[in-house]
């Protein structure tokens, strides 16, 4: 009998510990069920706000304005929005982005730092490198209006100052007309002298040429926003032919003129006739203000993505105050003149992307420049520009009929 108590003592206690065992597992288990449910719940729900999150990131970037393509690091087109697929008229998920280009854009020569699409839309591509991972995010803005209305805007702007200018030009036309007649006149008469003839003749050819020039600073201006016809120039070859252009005006004051030319030879795209224009008035303008003896430099070089066509002059040199109105349309310290010819300048640089400015100190001569973007492809190497003339050759050019 004692030995069967025991045995049964034993067992009652070993299932007490197996209980305990199973219930310990059991909750556990329960536990670890409990937990696993909590982190798919949890999961769940950050992954739906993670996909709510996506969505509204996703339609943020297909409402933009401006086009998103994004290529992996073979340059396959792996995303893109609504707006670039818009603009470029074709799916293009999945292809390599240089057949894209092949297929959509359509370069012309006056884009400048703009490409023109199949369809005549100009376009800016801007492209990065993606963080962290190899592939290019290149951003696409449709600038076709932008450009429209600016050129509406510049023309409307030009037509309101050639309307101010009607009282003013009537004037400033009448009076070498006025001179041109009364000289053409005298020459009709037969007791003449061989020495007042030629005086005649010559002061005759004076008024007509000032004539001449008020008709080219009006015309130049009228037109320098919009120039139709644009091609590749190189600026030595710019500076030459506008030198070439002016040559009677300059043998006539009996000035000296020197030309540095640029040792890169680097290229714009422009409009030869503008251009030419522009830099004949830089020229026309210190001949006009210095009485004898003028010396001008006109230097072509170039500088990180520019070219740059430089005018300095011996003259009295400008003011602060007037060199801050000198380049308004009409304004002039002269009494002849239309005061167009440095607007005309500044209308040219504008028009072609660039920028035209003025150093001067009374005392030390003008020192006009105009700042344009070299073409698309040219080598950046850089010259100086603190002294341009000490890196340039130079061609030197002199007139002395006095």
Not at 13 to 38: C, F, G, M, P, Y
Not at 77 to 97: C, F, H, K, S, Y
Not at 228 to 236: K, L
Request: glycine share 6%; hydrophobic share 35%; with cysteine.
């Amino acid at each position: 009998m004692a030995l069967a108590y025991s045995t049964s003592t034993n067992s009652s206690s070993a299932n007490r510990v197996l209980n305990r065992v199973l219930t310990s597992i059991d909750d556990v288990n329960l536990k670890h069920e409990q937990t696993n449910r909590l982190e798919r719940e949890n999961y769940s729900g950050e992954l739906a706000f993670l996909r709510q999150q996506n969505k509204q990131l996703q339609d943020v970037i297909d409402v933009m304005p401006t086009g998103m393509i994004m290529l992996d690091g073979n340059g396959i087109v792996v995303r893109m929005n609504d707006t670039a697929q818009l603009l470029l008229d074709e799916p293009i998920l999945g292809q390599p982005w240089f057949d894209v280009i092949k297929r959509s854009f359509k370069p012309r020569a006056d884009d400048w730092h703009e490409v023109s699409l199949n369809d005549g839309r100009r376009v800016k591509l801007e492209i990065t490198a993606l963080a962290g991972k190899p592939g290019q995010l290149i951003m696409i803005t449709d600038l076709t209006e932008t450009r429209l209305l600016q050129d509406k805007l510049g023309q409307l702007q030009r037509l309101s100052s050639l309307g101010r200018m009607v009282s003013k030009l009537a004037h400033q036309i009448r009076t070498p007309l006025s001179a041109a007649i009364l000289y053409g006149a005298n020459l009709r008469n037969k007791k003449l002298t061989d020495d007042a003839r030629v005086s005649f003749q010559d002061k005759l050819m004076l008024r007509l040429h000032d004539l001449e020039q008020q008709v080219n600073d009006m015309l130049l201006f009228a037109k320098s926003g919009k120039q139709a016809v644009v091609e590749p120039v190189n600026i030595n070859q710019l500076i030459e032919q506008a030198k070439q252009a002016i040559e009677p005006q300059v043998n006539q004051a009996g000035a000296k003129v020197n030309l540095y030319f640029c040792k890169q030879g680097c290229e714009v795209l422009g409009n030869v006739t503008a251009l030419s224009g522009a830099i004949q008035n830089l020229i026309h303008n210190s001949l006009s203000v210095i009485s004898s003896n003028a010396v001008i430099d006109i230097s072509a070089y170039c500088h990180d993505d520019h070219a740059y066509i430089s005018v300095r002059d011996n003259g009295p040199g400008i003011s602060e105050e007037l060199a801050d109105k000198i380049f308004e349309p009409f304004y002039t310290s002269r009494s002849q003149g239309t005061g167009l010819g440095l607007a005309v300048v500044k209308s040219v640089a504008n028009a072609h992307q660039g920028e035209a400015s003025l150093l001067s100190k009374p005392g030390e001569g003008a020192h006009f420049c105009i700042k344009i973007p070299k073409l698309a492809g040219e080598n950046n190497q850089s010259e100086s520009t603190k002294n341009e003339n000490d890196d340039v050759s130079s061609k030197e050019l002199s007139y002395d009929h006095k």
